[in-house]
């Protein structure tokens, strides 16, 4: 560790609260068999990690970013990837972006809980892919690993935010009965999204798939829908 990095550390060791470190465990699901099996928590707020991602994204070396995604304790990653997010969105050269791009991705196995992947992948390979083939993210569709596949699923929404649906969908339809509940919270919201921005887009996308999705997805898709057509998708009747 360099003297950067232990300073980070040092910080947000400073920002624990003893009920959060007991609470997040449950929270994120770090119990065996849970989805974040093994995680370790130091009980820092989210707008405290912010807090300290601001201070040194700037100075911080790319070596010392891998240090933070690296480590075993959830904060400590997350603070990483926030200073990564902070430093690409300062990154105005394609090559300099790239690099972070390059980083985030040689990293993927250490984004493993979905407060990880929302606040991270759209803002960095969302952002970078954008005009670009985005065989990315159906290889990470394919790849059987839920937190690579919600990166490909999350990543669209900043597409989704610019008025380009077709990938964003193309994922959904590939993902919307994938065998977990938080990629049907992932994929619904998406959707949603989509319909924030153009409603027959997503009405159309629901009407051809609603009676074959995951009822998850589905609540998740309408949620913003007038009543009754909310529920005559809930009930079948559309």
């Known amino acids: 560790m360099s003297e950067l990095t232990d300073q980070i550390i040092e910080g947000l ?14 929270f994120f699901k770090a119990y ?11 009980g820092v707020k989210v707008p405290d990690q912010r807090t ?23 904060e400590v990653r997350l ?17 300099g972006q790239k690099e972070l791009v390059d980083l985030y991705l040689a990293h993927l196995d250490f984004v493993d809980n979905w407060d990880l992947v929302d606040s991270s992948c759209h803002q960095i390979l969302g952002h ?47 993902l919307k009965n994938h065998p977990h509940d ?15 921005r153009d409603r027959e887009v997503e009405l159309s996308f629901l009407k051809k798939h609603y009676q074959s999705m995951p009822r998850t997805v589905l609540r998740y898709a309408i949620e913003k829908f007038p009543e ?8 079948g009747r559309v």
Do not use: C
């Open 13 to 26: 060791t400073d920002k624990s609260i003893p009920e959060k470190a007991a609470f997040f465990p449950k």
């Open 32 to 42: 065996p068999g849970g989805y974040g099996e093994g995680d370790q928590f130091l």
């Open 52 to 74: 300290i991602a601001k201070q040194f994204f700037k100075e911080i070396s790319l070596e010392e970013l891998s240090e933070l995604i690296q480590d075993p304790f959830h």
């Open 79 to 95: 603070t990483g990837l926030l200073a990564l997010v902070y430093r690409y969105e300062k990154t105005k050269s394609e090559e």
């Open 128 to 174: 970078f892919y954008f005009k670009k083939e985005k065989e990315l993210f159906y290889e990470l569709a394919a790849s059987g690993n839920l937190w690579k596949q919600r990166i490909a699923m999350i990543s669209s929404y900043n597409w989704i935010k610019k008025g380009e649906f077709s990938d964003a969908l193309a994922l959904a339809e590939k």
């Open 182 to 196: 938080l990629m049907h919270k992932a994929v619904g919201w998406m959707l949603r999204e989509i319909g924030n």
């Open 228 to 235: 009754g057509l909310r529920q005559d998708f809930l009930k």
